[in-house]
């Protein structure tokens, strides 16, 4: 994630010096070698910043939560495994 991260970074500092997607992609080729993003990643990247993005990191994703173990969960089995002897 951090060497993701360091990319990005790289990708806004083109932006900002008005680089295009290619020039940027050589240059990040070049700086990162075998762990470069791929050339659509970076291409997205660019995209996003050139239009304003300013923070690097992801969005929250939506959907389902990374874990189903709530306190209510716990909760529920404890009952169940109580209930059970």
């Given at each position: 994630m951090e060497r993701s991260l360091e990319q990005r970074y790289a990708i806004k500092l083109c932006v900002r010096l008005g680089r295009n997607t290619t020039e940027t992609f050589q240059m990040m080729q070049e700086a990162f070698k075998d762990d470069c993003i791929?050339?659509?990643q970076a291409g997205k990247w660019h995209k996003v910043f050139k239009e304003g993005r300013e923070e690097v990191a992801d969005e929250p994703c939506s959907g389902r939560p990374t874990t189903t173990q709530t306190e209510e969960?716990?909760?529920l089995?404890?009952?169940v495994l109580r209930s059970k002897r």
């Open positions: 791929s050339i659509s969960n716990v909760d089995v404890r009952e």
